[in-house]
Structure formats: structure tokens, C-alpha cells
């Protein structure tokens, strides 16, 4: 089945430097890779996500790039914001199989 | 995400006691989902549902169980043969086949005293 491996597990960066997050999955036919950013306490929130037809999605201060190739895919936040402080998750999935596989998640700390 | 209910917030529960989990949508969604969330780590999958009156285990199924009787309900029962109940249990909804989107309910903390 699939697996999803996410790098670092902690991150912590000056205001208004960016912040990149990583991941990588073993299964070949997924093709759906969102992301989830969660609040302590709160519930998983979908931030953005890419399909394998797509390399590159951006939102704003946020985007995700997507290497098929060598199965990894990436969060970018670009001028960092205290706000953007929390666990930030990735996932892949097989479009249809309806199941997300989660990486373990990455702590990110903006220090003022 | 707002249309997905979690109730209670929190509970506690004695050792050797089963404990139902609510979990409600009205977005009109196929699919639901639990997850179980441990301090410090991801979601792992406890049970999903693509359609009424039908689920299937996840990765970590033993020790709970769920129906799935209508279209806005999946409860979960987390059962005394769960050894290690003590965690924060996330119910998601998605639309099905067409799109993997999950969008998560506000979640329940679940402690066993």
C-alpha cells in the first residue's frame, strides 16, 4: 500500500522567510496530494492540493510542486506570517480509492 | 467544513466501558471517515464508508466498530477490546468517487480514566 514519508518534523523560521515542507510517497498511481494545516486543539484544514496532471498550484503565499518522477511533492509558504504557525500535513491518495494516507506532519514555529 | 458535526467535544470514559463517538454532515457527502490522532502524529485510519449501509477497516480497526445506517451519520463505538482509547478521534466526510477531497469535523477527545 501506499506510503508517505514527511520532512523535517520540525521546522522554525524568521517572520517573513519562507518555509518548505516535504514529502514523499511509494505508490506510482496516486494521483491526488493535498494538504491539511491544523491549529492545536483544532481540526485539519485543507490548505491546497495538486493533481498529478498539474507540477506547480499556487494560492497566494502558498503553493505545492509535484515531481511524478521521482515521487516527492512539496509546500511552499513564502513571506511567513505568525499565523502560519501550526502542524502542517501532507497526503496522497489513488483517485477513487477515496483513502488519504497521511505523512506524520511537520511542526512549524515563525519566530517574530 | 463547517457542515460536519463532532459531539461531545470531549469525554471520558472508565476503563472496560464502550464510548459511541457522533459524527453528523449535511453536506451531502458519500464518503466518511474516522481517524485517530496520537499526540505528536498523524492520522491513521480507523474506518471509512463510501456508501450507506456499507464500510470497510482501515489500518487500525481493532477494538472499534461503526454503522452506517444513513447517508448524515457515522457513528464509531470505541469498544473495551481497544487497548489504548486515549486519543483525539477526527470524523471526515468527502464527496466520493469523483474527487478525494476530505473536509474534518471538529474532532472528540477521548480519555479513558
Known amino acids: 500500500g501506499e506510503n508517505v514519508e514527511q520532512h523535517p518534523s520540525t521546522l522554525s523560521v524568521q517572520e517573513g522567510d519562507s518555509a518548505v515542507i516535504k514529502c514523499t510517497y511509494s505508490d506510482s498511481a496516486s494521483n491526488y496530494f493535498p494538504w491539511y494545516k491544523q491549529e492545536l486543539g483544532k481540526r485539519p484544514q485543507l490548505i491546497i492540493d495538486?493533481?498529478?496532471?498539474?507540477g506547480e498550484k499556487k494560492d497566494q503565499r502558498i503553493a505545492v510542486t509535484l515531481n511524478k518522477t521521482a515521487k516527492h511533492f512539496s509546500l511552499h509558504i513564502t513571506e511567513t506570517q505568525p499565523e502560519d504557525s501550526a502542524v502542517y500535513f501532507c497526503?496522497?491518495?489513488?483517485?477513487?480509492?477515496?483513502?488519504?494516507?497521511f505523512g506524520q506532519g511537520t511542526r512549524l514555529t515563525i519566530n517574530p | 467544513d463547517g457542515g460536519i458535526t463532532q459531539s461531545p467535544k470531549y469525554l471520558f470514559r472508565k476503563e472496560g466501558q464502550n464510548v459511541t463517538l457522533s459524527c453528523e454532515q449535511n453536506?451531502?457527502?458519500?464518503?466518511m471517515y474516522w481517524y485517530r490522532q496520537d499526540p505528536g502524529q498523524g492520522l491513521r485510519l480507523i474506518y471509512y464508508?463510501?456508501?450507506?449501509?456499507?464500510?470497510q477497516k482501515g489500518d487500525i480497526a481493532e477494538g472499534y466498530s461503526v454503522s452506517r445506517e444513513k447517508k448524515e451519520s457515522f457513528p464509531l463505538t470505541v469498544t473495551s477490546a481497544q487497548k489504548n482509547p486515549t486519543a483525539f478521534y477526527l470524523c471526515?466526510?468527502?464527496?466520493?468517487?469523483?474527487?478525494?477531497?476530505?473536509?474534518f469535523g471538529p474532532g472528540t477527545r477521548l480519555t479513558v480514566l
Open positions: 495538486i493533481r498529478s496532471n498539474v
Open positions: 453536506l451531502n457527502h458519500d464518503a
Open positions: 497526503a496522497a491518495s489513488l483517485q477513487g480509492a477515496q483513502k488519504l494516507v
Open positions: 471526515a466526510s468527502g464527496q466520493g468517487p469523483s474527487t478525494d477531497t476530505q473536509y
Open positions: 464508508s463510501q456508501i450507506v449501509n456499507d464500510f
